[in-house]
């Protein structure tokens, strides 16, 4: 269809700050937890001066609010319909955490999910980066037009596994319909890869010559009795600065450029080879 109408090159986006989507190969692997501690670490650094916003587009069963413990009257949802996203509706809609993050979060009733349409989330994200230095976008691990066109908007479009056989063939299964629907290729694609552990038999080089992605540097380790605590009390901004998951996401922050260097340290350790 994109061929027939003449559309095959993505349209301009326009001016306003950079998109990140995070999604997952299926479901369990830790999108949510990458999503939202990359937001968290770059409204830290907030090197555009105009902060982030953690947008939640796995629209059916959306887990942002539950990681934050939000509760909250308005959703992405609420947005849809709308023919003119004003710096004033958009405010109405975004929750402002205590981490002084904003979020949108999805409807607490998956069928509302329904509304969001491709346009919707068109506009939704071009209003959005219009008033955001980050957009970083939780779209889940089921594809639906509304983040189908996230991904394709994206400026970085983050795929995220874990290291076991099920979940890098989801990879490739999921990398394979971008390319067939023209979402995405493979090799703009960027695949994080969680849990990893020492005797993981599949390794991140191994991945990338799999799935034909490119596979982040910073990995984050497999190390559940350290997030446990924080994801149970709703509280995930508060894993511990020193924990080994919480320093492998702000690296991986500061590989993306969304966050400097030296937020990624734990404060006080020395910067040599082992750090």
């Keep these: 269809?994109?061929?027939?109408?003449?559309?095959?090159?993505?349209?301009?986006?326009?001016?306003?700050?950079?998109?990140?989507?995070?999604?997952?190969?299926?479901?369990?692997?830790?999108?949510?937890?990458?999503?939202?501690?990359?937001?968290?670490?770059?409204?830290?650094?907030?090197?555009?001066?105009?902060?982030?916003?953690?947008?939640?587009?796995?629209?059916?069963?959306?887990?942002?609010?539950?990681?934050?413990?939000?509760?909250?009257?308005?959703?992405?949802?609420?947005?849809?319909?709308?023919?003119?996203?004003?710096?004033?509706?958009?405010?109405?809609?975004?929750?402002?955490?205590?981490?002084?993050?904003?979020?949108?979060?999805?409807?607490?009733?998956?069928?509302?999910?329904?509304?969001?349409?491709?346009?919707?989330?068109?506009?939704?994200?071009?209003?959005?980066?219009?008033?955001?230095?980050?957009?970083?976008?939780?779209?889940?691990?089921h594809m639906n037009s509304a983040n189908a066109a996230a991904i394709e908007m994206a400026d970085t479009a983050l795929l995220v596994t874990t290291p076991d056989v099920i979940a890098v063939r989801a990879v490739n299964r999921m990398v394979r319909m971008w390319d067939r629907l023209r979402i995405r290729k493979a090799e703009d694609t960027l695949t994080v890869v969680n849990r990893l552990g020492r005797a993981s038999p599949i390794q991140p080089q191994l991945i990338a010559r799999i799935t034909g992605t490119h596979v982040a540097r910073s990995v984050l380790p497999a190390n559940f009795r350290e997030l446990q605590e924080a994801q149970d009390a709703g509280r995930i901004q508060d894993l511990d600065q020193r924990g080994q998951i919480r320093r492998a996401a702000w690296a991986l922050a500061a590989e993306l450029g969304l966050a400097r260097q030296e937020a990624a340290a734990p404060a006080g350790r020395r910067r040599g080879r082992r750090a």
Excluded: N, W
């Excluded at 629209?59 to 509760?71: A, I, M, R, T």
């Excluded at 009257?73 to 981490?99: F, K």
């Design 1 to 141: 269809m994109r061929r027939r109408l003449g559309a095959e090159e993505r349209a301009d986006p326009g001016p306003g700050g950079r998109i990140l989507t995070v999604s997952g190969a299926k479901g369990g692997v830790g999108a949510t937890l990458v999503a939202s501690q990359l937001a968290l670490a770059a409204q830290a650094s907030d090197q555009t001066e105009r902060g982030a916003i953690l947008v939640d587009l796995d629209l059916l069963c959306g887990d942002v609010g539950s990681y934050f413990d939000v509760q909250f009257r308005r959703s992405v949802a609420d947005l849809a319909g709308i023919p003119d996203i004003s710096a004033q509706v958009l405010s109405e809609a975004v929750y402002r955490h205590e981490s002084g993050l904003s979020m949108l979060i999805a409807p607490a009733e998956g069928e509302r999910g329904e509304d969001v349409t491709e346009a919707t989330a068109r506009q939704l994200l071009t209003a959005v980066r219009s008033h955001y230095g980050v957009v970083i976008v939780d779209c889940g691990s």
